[in-house]
């Protein structure tokens, strides 16, 4: 199984904060990846698919970038409501493994 | 909108059987695959199996296998996980997931809000 290595596991930043979240592969995944956002008690929210496209509907605060083994994923000017757990994962072979979670706190 | 809405909590002893039910709306059911996803106490996501809504095929990842079963019923837009002879381990959040029609199943575009299950005698 391809492992997905995220860091940091937490951070905390203060509204207004460039945050940056990273994942590695164990293996090249060329551009398989989906980022997502996890509110308590909400269903997870698709943000960024295939490492850097924009789902639609979400704020352009948020971007991904990356290929092959080491992708990042950026929330520029944090706000308030974007305080979650967000999560990596390949789709580039089966099982579609995920990232450990980086939990976003707001200074 | 596409919505996936799962059933509630289910507190079961060991032993005993669960079936989970995932609804879903807003598209056409049998045109995407459903994935199932766990969340244990502190673990990080992991992902089941998924089952092709279209002909009913289920596939099993590793360690979901024998006891775990993913089922369909297409005329109610309806997705199904059952787990038998429930375990303490198997105490955890189940999601259903809807692949993204991109081509690859476990590319996940929308999920549904989560069944915590938890199992205690």
């Known amino acids: 199984d391809i492992q997905m290595t995220q860091s940091p596991s937490s951070l905390s930043a203060s509204v207004g904060d460039r945050v940056t979240i990273t994942c590695q592969a164990s293996q090249d995944i060329t551009n398989y990846v989906n980022w997502y956002q996890r509110k308590p008690g909400k269903a997870p929210k698709l943000l960024i698919y295939d490492a850097s496209n924009l789902e639609t509907g979400v704020p352009s605060r948020f971007s991904g970038s990356g290929s092959g083994t080491d992708f990042t994923f950026t929330i520029n000017s944090l706000q308030s409501e974007d305080i979650a757990t967000y999560y990596c994962?390949?789709?580039?072979?089966?099982?579609?493994?995920f990232g450990q979670g980086t939990k976003v706190e707001i200074k | 909108q596409v919505q996936l809405v799962q059933s509630g909590s289910e507190l079961k002893k060991p032993g005993a059987s669960v079936k989970v039910s995932c609804k879903a709306s807003g598209y056409t059911f049998i045109s995407y695959a459903m994935n199932w996803v766990r969340q244990a106490p502190g673990q990080g996501l992991e992902w089941m199996g998924w089952i092709n809504t279209n002909n009913g095929n289920p596939t099993y990842a590793q360690g979901f296998t024998g006891r775990f079963v993913f089922s369909l019923d297409t005329s109610v837009s309806t997705a199904y996980l059952q787990i038998n002879s429930l375990k303490a381990e198997d105490t955890a959040v189940y999601y259903c997931?809807?692949?993204?029609?991109?081509?690859?199943?476990?590319?996940?575009?929308?999920w549904g809000q989560g069944t915590l299950v938890t199992v205690s005698s």
């Open positions: 994962q390949q789709y580039d072979n089966l099982p579609g493994t």
């Open positions: 997931a809807r692949e993204s029609g991109r081509g690859v199943v476990t590319a996940i575009n929308y």
